[in-house]
């Protein structure tokens, strides 16, 4: 089946250092979306990326869609305390039915 | 972007026991989702369920075990039935807005001893 394949699966920082996590799947994706989950909570929506090449930033999240709609990544610049949490990316399948399909997720802790 | 009540938050259950979820959209959309996220695991898709259809399972998961309801386009249930201790997970609705993602509902916290 499809799958979408995230990478690390943790990661640790001291605080200030950049963190990347990356998404890769099996198929062409229609879109890709990142989703943020604080430890507790449920995951809350940061991105979608439609677009082949597609690069979008909110603040220091900088986020890209691959020119083949198969990967992404996220890379935040000086990780900050509040950036904990764990980050999912999940793709929108391109063909069928409607079905939004997460990566393993990458958990993010910071060393202040 | 919509905001889902789920309830309950949280519950302990015996097994061989039903559980059911409940989840109220403040608006109406047409497809609602079900996922399972197992401790420290990532989402997986239960259901998907429509107004006015039966729900549409994903492998590995049936009807039987997890009925879901859809009675009008802001409401669903989903009822985890004969619960084993393997059912212990987090069980979250969501709903999907076009370029804003998908929003989830807060979860439901699930122990089954």
């Known amino acids: 089946g499809q799958q979408v394949m995230q990478i690390p699966q943790y990661q640790h920082v001291q605080e200030g250092e950049d963190f990347t996590t990356y998404c890769n799947s099996s198929?062409?994706?229609?879109?890709i979306q990142w989703y943020k989950q604080r430890p507790g909570g449920h995951p809350v929506f940061l991105i979608q990326?439609?677009?082949?090449?597609e690069v979008k930033k909110q603040k220091r999240l900088t986020f890209q869609f691959g020119e083949a709609k198969k990967n992404s990544s996220l890379h935040i610049t000086a990780t900050q305390t509040t950036d904990v949490g764990t980050y999912f990316c999940?793709?929108?399948?391109?063909?069928?039915?409607?079905?939004?399909?997460f990566g393993q997720g990458t958990r993010l802790t910071i060393n202040p | 972007s919509a905001v889902i009540s789920q309830k309950p938050s949280r519950d302990i259950c015996q097994r061989g026991t039903s559980l059911t979820i409940q989840c109220q959209v403040d608006?109406?959309?047409?497809?609602m989702f079900w996922y399972r996220q197992q401790p420290g695991q990532s989402l997986t898709l239960i259901a998907t369920?429509?107004?006015?259809?039966?729900?549409?399972?994903e492998s590995g998961f049936v009807i039987d075990k997890f009925p879901i309801s859809r009675p009008n386009l802001t409401f669903s249930t989903l009822t985890v039935s004969n619960m084993s201790p393997e059912d212990s997970s987090i069980y979250l609705c969501?709903?999907?807005?076009?370029?804003?993602?998908?929003?989830f509902g807060s979860g439901t916290r699930l122990t089954v001893v």
């Open positions: 198929t062409t994706l229609s879109n």
């Open positions: 999940a793709g929108l399948l391109l063909k069928g039915a409607q079905k939004l399909v």
């Open positions: 369920a429509n107004q006015g259809s039966e729900a549409t399972y």
């Open positions: 608006s109406q959309v047409t497809m």
């Open positions: 990326l439609v677009k082949s090449g």
């Open positions: 969501s709903v999907a807005r076009a370029n804003y993602g998908y929003t």
